[in-house]
């Protein structure tokens, strides 16, 4: 494991992010802003990483990919370009879950995380967002599912504790329930492939390996495809 150079893909939501392990030795991140850039620039990004962090695509031991919730496009690209390495090189595919990574990153900043329960939110449009409720050991109370928010939701985890809320999603729930006291809201927080990565890591010692062949990202919704209306 000490030697293992993993490569971490995100790509759910508009921000595409690439990150190289070597070991749990961080050695570089690269990201994009640019909205429907990851089929454009994804492979580009990985070759740059490797290049600047003096490694071969052939040296890879393992790639990990952000598993969904997100964006249907995204992910599709994230898991093709993710199978494709895995396929290649011949080696194991890691799936690490979008809104588990999020949590992550706050947890990890979050005094005392214990005393809170995490709610990782993206924006599924309207008044929906992708959500689930997290200990600060990462293990689901409430399980990723679409959410349709109002007033009451999540009253009562929020009468027992404290809950942070972060994502692009919780800016609309923000809104409904901010006069309760319990409710803790964090900006700009994002999926990265740093954490992807980090978590990851984690999986390859408990060799929890995906079939590459058959793996799919959580798209948690069914995509529907319509025609254009002149």
Known sequence: ????????????????????????????????????SHSSYITVM??????????????????????????????RIGTSTA???CYSLEIPLLEVSTLHGMAAQVITHTPKP??????????????EVYAC?????????????????????FKEHLQEQPMIFFGNGANKLEELIKDQEQALFIKEVE?????????????????????????EPFYLKDVYITSAKK
């Open 1 to 36: 494991m000490a030697s293992t150079l993993l490569l971490a893909l995100e790509t759910s939501t508009t921000v595409c992010s690439v990150a190289l392990y070597k070991g749990q030795q961080l050695l570089g991140s690269s990201e994009l802003r640019i909205e429907k």
């Open 191 to 215: 999926p990265s492939a740093v954490t992807i990565g980090k978590l990851a890591l984690k999986r390859f010692e408990q060799h929890l390996f995906e079939d590459v062949a058959y793996y």
């Open 133 to 153: 409720v997290l200990g600060s050991d990462l293990q689901e109370i409430e399980p990723v599912a679409p959410i349709i928010l109002n007033e009451q939701i």
């Open 83 to 85: 199978k494709g390495l």
């Open 114 to 127: 214990e005393r809170f329960l995490f709610c990782p939110m993206l924006d599924a449009r309207r008044m």
């Open 46 to 75: 990985i070759a740059q990483l490797l290049e600047n962090c003096g490694e071969k695509m052939e040296n890879l031991g393992a790639v990990a990919v952000s598993g969904g919730p997100g964006s249907y496009t995204g992910l």
